[in-house]
């Protein structure tokens, strides 16, 4: 698996079906490549399908400064 870094905002509709709406952040094009890699192979991302308790539950990635997250 690869570190996608990405950030698949919380365009539900336009990603009916792989993005639920509970989305995080702006979409950025590595966000864009891995929904089209979802669409590709029918796959879903599921931290965004039920809501987070917890902040930091809605990325999978943080840089050290803790300014910066995204989705592996």
Same mark, same amino acid.
């Given at each position: 698996?690869?570190?996608?870094?990405?950030?698949?905002?919380?365009?539900?509709?336009?990603? +009916?079906?792989?993005?639920?709406?509970?989305?995080?952040?702006?979409?950025?094009?590595? =966000? *864009?490549?891995?929904?089209?890699?979802?669409?590709?192979?029918?796959?879903?991302?599921?931290?965004?399908?039920? +809501?987070?308790?917890?902040?930091?539950?809605?990325?999978?990635?943080?840089?050290?400064? =803790? *300014?910066?997250?995204?989705?592996?």
């Amino acid at each position: 698996m690869e570190n996608f870094n990405a950030k698949v905002g919380r365009d539900c509709d336009t990603w +009916k079906g792989i993005l639920g709406q509970f989305g995080y952040g702006e979409e950025n094009g590595r =966000g *864009e490549r891995l929904l089209q890699f979802c669409t590709t192979n029918n796959l879903m991302v599921m931290n965004t399908v039920f +809501k987070q308790k917890k902040q930091n539950r809605k990325w999978t990635w943080q840089s050290p400064d =803790g *300014e910066t997250q995204g989705i592996w």
